[in-house]
């Protein structure tokens, strides 16, 4: 079985430009949502409710036809349901649905900090592995933040930790895209 790396393998190995405008737009991004925090929390809200809705409507569609795979038609027509409950409450309660959001938020940044120091562990020695372990430090930092901060700074503070998060993001990328660059 050969060794698939991107080292030895150019098929595996992402484009570093891509991977250098991909981290320049996140960068961007970061910079516009930490230069209004309210707006990006709300937008994040927005947009949070138009993905619970589009998630519930195809919930129970596969919930009629069968097709979710659960063998539980009831309970994949009433996951659709609350999916379907929660975006309409978002929608209605925009400051309510960005403290809810900050929660889930707050516990996807912790996960996606620990993913991201166990893909950086397990990609070592390479170059690029610090600098996935750093943004992963700073994803599981901010989402205890985002936590400990509910619900007083939750309006402020999503947009801000967002913009962080998109930094932080995006350097990683742009650093992964110049070592690549001298692959």
Not at 107 to 116: A, E, I, P, S
Not at 140 to 151: K, Q
Not at 153 to 170: D, H, N, P, T
């Amino acid at each position: 079985m050969a060794d698939h790396s991107f080292e030895t393998d150019p098929v595996m190995r992402p484009s570093w430009k891509w991977l250098l405008a991909f981290g320049v737009l996140l960068i961007l991004s970061g910079l516009i949502a930490l230069l209004n925090p309210l707006a990006a929390s709300l937008t994040a809200t927005a947009i949070a409710a138009a993905a619970f809705f589009v998630a519930g409507v195809l919930q129970i569609c596969m919930g009629f036809s069968g097709l979710d795979g659960s063998g539980s038609r009831a309970g994949s027509v009433i996951l659709g349901v609350l999916f379907l409950l929660f975006a309409v409450a978002v929608i209605f309660d925009p400051l309510g649905g960005v403290i809810s959001l900050t929660i889930l938020l707050g516990f996807f940044f912790v996960l996606l900090g620990l993913v991201r120091l166990w893909i950086g562990y397990r990609l070592r020695p390479r170059p690029a592995s610090g600098w996935m372990m750093a943004a992963g430090a700073v994803s599981a930092l901010l989402g205890l933040l985002i936590l400990i901060a509910v619900p007083t700074g939750a309006l402020g503070i999503l947009g801000i930790f967002l913009g962080v998060e998109l930094l932080s993001s995006g350097l990683t990328a742009v650093a992964a895209a110049l070592i690549a660059r001298r692959l």
